[in-house]
């Protein structure tokens, strides 16, 4: 399907679809009562009001709802690119890890993004589950919605000659492996801190000796990074996190880092064990000494659809969420923002 993505102002886009969306896919949050109520409801109402709109949901999904939606469809495990090839939209209803896992379907370009709050807090999360009929009415119909597109990472795992690594289990090359949120290296289950030589754009920048490094988007800067602390980054700014995780130097603060640089991260030899890699907060793998992941920006953003005041439902978030900067004095200014 045929669909233009023009820049409007201060990190707005605009989305229009020549033709409302023929394939929708729904992603649900796992194991969770209400999520399973609303996926049926969601889903029967598009399937009514919609008829020749393809309804698409995960295997394991369709396997569960196989009495209650007989019409949807599903993509095999093994054919994951298929999703970019076929989907025109996705909801997803859950929290912010349900779109994390969204993220990670899509290695590649990914289909404008809606995503409702089931009554959790999240900072991805502008719509609520009460009003999916209205929304979904007015981006179907009207083919056309406000976005913002959320940067991505591209990581890849490399041996000492720079050749990327095999999978342990004898699979194959690891593939380029796409981020929403943050690429973690870190000591995991072993108790010494780890040596790691950060490299920007091939130039050494330091060798870091701490429990890790956080390689950050950021969407992901108000997550581990920010526990870590790292700096809050307004998602419409495009830059690379790297943020270090209890380092043995206190002088070693975090740092932001141009959208088109190259960072690389090698285990250094002085480690006494090797690191692990966690991408958004899963997905973990192990380097030995010598061994380097390589982060950069992805060239397929997140489109998440929005609404039109976006900058003011950021901050928002970043004050209900966060709590930030609030006292005792500031807070009652803060209430209109609370309590819209």
Not at 227 to 243: E, K, M, Y
Not at 265 to 290: C, H, M, Q
Request: proline share 6%; with cysteine; aromatic share 8%.
């Amino acid at each position: 399907m045929s669909l233009t993505i023009v820049f409007v102002n201060s990190g707005n886009y605009k989305l229009r679809w020549e033709e409302g969306p023929r394939t929708i896919l729904i992603i649900k949050k796992p194991h969770d009562d209400l999520t399973d109520k609303t996926l049926v409801d969601v889903a029967s109402w598009i399937h009514t009001k919609y008829p020749h709109t393809n309804v698409v949901v995960e295997p394991d999904v369709a396997d569960a709802f196989a009495d209650a939606l007989p019409f949807v469809y599903t993509i095999p495990e093994g054919k994951r690119v298929e999703y970019t090839r076929v989907t025109d939209l996705v909801i997803t209803l859950g929290g912010d890890g349900t779109i994390l896992h969204t993220s990670s379907l899509f290695n590649s370009a990914v289909p404008p993004v809606i995503s409702f709050s089931m009554g959790t807090l999240g900072f991805l999360l502008p719509f609520h589950i009460n009003n999916y009929q209205t929304a979904l009415a007015k981006l179907i119909e009207n083919r056309n919605a406000s976005l913002l597109l959320r940067m991505r990472l591209k990581c890849t795992l490399h041996g000492p000659d720079g050749r990327r690594l095999q999978a342990k289990d004898g699979s194959g090359r690891i593939n380029d492996l796409t981020v929403m949120n943050e690429v973690n290296l870190h000591r995991g289950r072993y108790p010494h801190l780890t040596s790691i030589g950060c490299f920007v754009d091939g130039h050494m920048i330091t060798e870091a000796v701490a429990d890790g490094l956080i390689i950050a988007s950021p969407t992901g800067s108000t997550a581990y990074s920010l526990s870590a602390g790292g700096s809050i980054v307004h998602p419409s700014i495009q830059t690379l996190l790297l943020t270090p995780i209890c380092p043995r130097s206190l002088s070693f603060r975090p740092v932001l880092l141009p959208p088109n640089a190259t960072i690389q991260l090698k285990i250094g030899d002085k480690s006494r064990g090797p690191a692990e890699v966690s991408l958004d907060g899963k997905e973990t793998f192990f380097l030995d000494k010598n061994e380097f992941l390589q982060v950069c920006m992805s060239p397929f953003p997140m489109p998440c659809v929005n609404r039109v005041h976006a900058g003011e439902d950021w901050m928002k978030d970043i004050n209900d969420l966060l709590k930030w900067n609030q006292s005792f004095h500031n807070k009652q200014s803060m209430s209109h923002y609370i309590s819209e």
